[in-house]
Nanobody, 129 residues
Framework: VQLVESGGGLAQTGGSLKLSCAASGINFDTYAIGWFRQAPGKERETVGC????????YYADSVKGRFTISSDKAENRVHLQMERLNPEDTAVYYC???????????????????????WGQGTQVTVSS
């Protein structure tokens, strides 16, 4: 199983970036894909999650309305579109995956790192002021 993030880089405050997570070795349609981030000196935090089972999407309050997660099932990719970036968004961004059992169960699981079985290596996002 591999999850590979791409698209990180440098952005200015107010700018945008789009991250991608390419998944291989899993039945993509049965997994939920989450995004996390870890800023220097801080704990890793949840950004959001999308279930490929039922299309449910969840976002942390800190990014709601600015970040959008989407799924491309044809390419086994999940994207994180980030808008109106600010320096507080500077972090290493990770994608991760867990097998979604459906019936809305992803709602109780998406926030917790321990629920995720597979992780990518991370991609750096730096937002300058």
């Amino acid at each position: 199983v591999q999850l590979v993030e791409s698209g990180g880089g440098l952005a200015q405050t107010g700018g945008s970036l789009k991250l991608s997570c390419a998944a291989s070795g899993i039945n993509f349609d049965t997994y939920a894909i989450g995004w996390f981030r870890q800023a220097p000196g801080k704990e890793r935090e949840t950004v959001g999650c999308l279930s490929n089972v039922d299309g449910s999407m969840y976002y942390a309050d800190s990014v709601k309305g600015r970040f959008t997660i989407s799924s491309d099932k044809a390419e086994n990719r999940v994207h994180l579109q980030m808008e109106r970036l600010n320096p507080e968004d500077t972090a290493v961004y990770y994608c991760a995956a867990f097998l979604d059992l459906g019936h809305g169960s992803s709602w109780t699981r998406w926030r917790y790192e321990s629920e995720y079985e597979y992780w990518g290596q991370g991609t750096q996002v730096t937002v300058s002021s």
